[in-house]
């Protein structure tokens, strides 16, 4: 009975003290990720509308949209007074992961290029999404209307990629919502926005 209780009594020992290592190290290399994944972000931002004022993507110029209640951001990529891109935060639901990406479109808010930030799909087949000549580089170009996936050769819509559908559903459906958002909210004034002005219509969302 007494050697049960000390093995026992020893085991909790070593969980309490796994768990507060564990802890700890989490602590410390939090803020050590997150400083990571923003300047990753940042530097994607910049990549997707290089000719933009860096002040673009300051954090009191970022706005945030609703998708699937959970807050994601958009911004108007300017330099000086014109609008020069439109990007946004998105994500879809892949096979394995969330994946994450940002979607940039020009004044016609056609799509000038997507980039994924992160995800944690199937090596060989999920993943192959980040690919820019297989699959990325097609929804260059394209309005939201040819945001659809079709499982087999287009080039007026988005072409699947054989094995990896789910994933490539995740990445078309999360660009399409940014778009839709972005179309919603500067749609009906882009010519205008793209001069420098004020946009006629507005979807009304959050400011930080």
Do not use: C
């Not at 909790?12 to 923003?38: D, H």
């Not at 970022?62 to 958009?74: A, F, N, Q, T």
């Not at 749609?187 to 205008?192: A, I, L, P, R």
């Amino acid at each position: 009975m007494k050697e049960t209780i000390k093995v026992t009594l020893s085991l909790v020992v070593i969980f309490i003290a796994a768990g507060l290592i564990m802890g700890g190290t989490y602590m410390k290399t939090s803020p050590v990720r997150y400083i990571a994944e923003q300047k990753e972000k940042k530097e994607a931002l910049q990549k997707l509308a290089p000719e933009a004022d860096e002040s673009s993507f300051a954090k009191e110029k970022r706005k945030d949209w609703d998708l699937h209640g959970k807050k994601h951001e958009y911004y108007e990529a300017k330099k000086g007074d014109a609008i020069v891109a439109y990007i946004a935060e998105t994500a879809g639901k892949g096979y394995s992961s969330h994946i994450q990406m940002l979607v940039s479109v020009d004044g016609s808010l056609n799509i000038k290029d997507v980039n994924i930030l992160h995800h944690g799909e199937t090596p060989g087949l999920g993943d192959q999404v980040e690919d820019r000549k297989l699959f990325l580089d097609q929804f260059i170009g394209k309005g939201l209307s040819q945001l659809v996936l079709i499982k087999g050769e287009t080039k007026e819509n988005i072409q699947a990629i054989t094995g990896a559908t789910i994933s490539s559903r995740a990445v078309t459906n999360g660009v399409r919502d940014a778009v839709q958002m972005l179309v919603d909210t500067y749609g009906s004034g882009v010519k205008s926005a793209a001069a420098g002005d004020k946009p006629a219509h507005e979807v009304k969302h959050e400011h930080r």
